[in-house]
């Protein structure tokens, strides 16, 4: 009955590796999102996808490449991985006619 | 251009005491207001959301918040605090410009410990 589903929960890699980072939802929702909470806890929105297009791009460096398979799906691809992606990275998803949105659990990233 | 300020990075109270967050933002436009609560690991999960309907919200486990436009704040309250209201405490506005693909702006956090 998980709403907003990530996996892996926890993921820790070397530098310079390729990892992706998967998120589901099962709310019927058209809008997707990615974000990023860093070791102060700050939390800052990277991407979000309606319907499979790519809404806002939070000036990301291109290493990162969202993937939306479908409504339902919207994944993270991290390339060439540094130390200053680790951290927790949160998918959400929101209907449109409703302003909040609703989060994932957390994928916890820590690279090496 | 939106923002939020959080005045306290950490507010320690007793159990049974009140609590009180303090938000203010800055927008643009007519804002939608939340507030999310973290528990230690845990995702984020919704707490109250104000979207220009009444001004007080109620939310869950106890918590409501009053939305003051003149004053341009959002303060979260509860009339007593229980321990497992100990988490971390976001103030969040949403850029209503963008109906259907709102852009949220995090405030950067406060801490809630409660003391025995």
């Known amino acids: 009955d998980t709403a907003v589903s990530q996996t892996p929960k926890y993921l820790v890699t070397q530098m310079g590796n390729d990892k992706s980072i998967k998120c589901e939802q099962n709310?019927?929702?058209?809008?997707m999102y990615w974000y990023k909470q860093d070791s102060k806890k700050f939390l800052k929105i990277m991407f979000s996808?309606?319907?499979?297009?790519?809404?806002i791009n939070e000036t990301v460096p291109n290493r990162f490449s969202p993937k939306s398979p479908d409504k339902a799906h919207l994944n993270l691809h991290i390339n060439s991985l540094e130390l200053g992606d680790s951290a927790v990275y949160f998918c959400?998803?929101?209907?449109?006619?409703?302003?909040?949105?609703?989060f994932g659990p957390g994928t916890r990233l820590t690279v090496t | 251009a939106q923002s939020v300020t959080q005045l306290d990075s950490h507010v320690s109270v007793s159990e049974g005491t009140p609590v009180l967050l303090r938000c203010n933002y800055s927008s643009s436009y007519s804002p939608s207001l939340f507030w999310y609560v973290q528990h230690p690991n845990k995702g984020l999960q919704l707490l109250l959301k104000y979207t220009s309907a009444a001004t007080l919200v109620k939310g869950i486990n106890g918590f409501e918040a009053e939305f003051k436009k003149s004053e341009t704040s959002f303060h979260l309250t509860k009339p007593s605090a229980h321990m497992s209201d100990a988490a971390e405490y976001f103030c969040v506005v949403s850029d209503r410009a963008n109906f259907g693909n709102e852009k949220l702006t995090f405030g950067t956090g406060t801490r809630l410990t409660i003391i025995p």
């Open positions: 996808y309606n319907n499979k297009e790519l809404i």
């Open positions: 959400a998803s929101s209907p449109p006619s409703l302003h909040e949105q609703y």
């Open positions: 709310l019927g929702h058209d809008t």
